[in-house]
């Protein structure tokens, strides 16, 4: 009987452990993980006003040298990112205004950016001002964007929309070189690397671009990202 009892016993035992067990019905399997971030959720986290002003306080005398294309440096710059009114653009909109130093600074960069889910990404097109000048200063009035449509920025095409992940500690959008490709003003073709990382409460953001020859046409900043904080 104590045999029959220890023998029922191990069969138990070895019919559970060759059940798998159950996937966690939280886990997301890595393709569902983008819909965790929303183009709604990406405004929301970069709306407001950006400095670099802790990292520049810290850094190294050598990088605090004009910007150049070859050396080494770190500037001031002072950031914000406002949701504006674009229907021709998208319906997730947001103008970047970048000043030197601070608020009242020369503008170092125009952007627009627009957020839309393409093939089940969350993308991010990017375009230039062909004039910026008459949406200087215009961060305090996102109406002001109605009738902007495409004739008046420089866009970079599909290919160029950088691509929107969730990470642990927050989101990363990024294209790359081998990804984006385009011809700029000057005729020169070129490949663009871009990254912007929110980190915790920060904001990491860098870029650049290569020529053909694999010179470089530019880098902001070079070595090491902006790291950018709320005001």
Known sequence: ???????????????????????????????????????????HDLGGIWSNARQYSAASPALKVPPSVDGDWLDLQHARFVRVIAPAIGDTVLYLEWRKAD???????QRIWSFHRRDGELRMDFYAFVDGAP????????????TLDTSQLRGYGP????RFTPTDAGWRGEITAS????TAQSGR????????????????????????SGAYAFRVPPTRPYVFERE
């Open 1 to 43: 009987m104590r045999i029959t009892i220890l023998a029922l016993l191990t069969a138990t035992l070895a019919a559970c452990a060759s059940v798998a067990p159950k996937p966690s019905s939280t886990a997301l399997a890595p393709a569902d993980r983008s819909s965790l971030i929303t183009a709604e959720s990406i405004a």
């Open 103 to 109: 608020a009242s600074g020369d503008i170092t960069r």
């Open 135 to 146: 949406y200087a200063g215009k961060s305090n009035d996102p109406s002001a964007f109605e």
């Open 159 to 162: 290919a160029c929309a950088l």
């Open 179 to 182: 990804e984006c490709t385009l």
């Open 189 to 212: 073709k070129m490949g663009i690397d871009a990254r912007i990382e929110r980190i915790g409460n920060a904001l990491h953001y860098q870029e650049s671009g290569r020529l053909e």
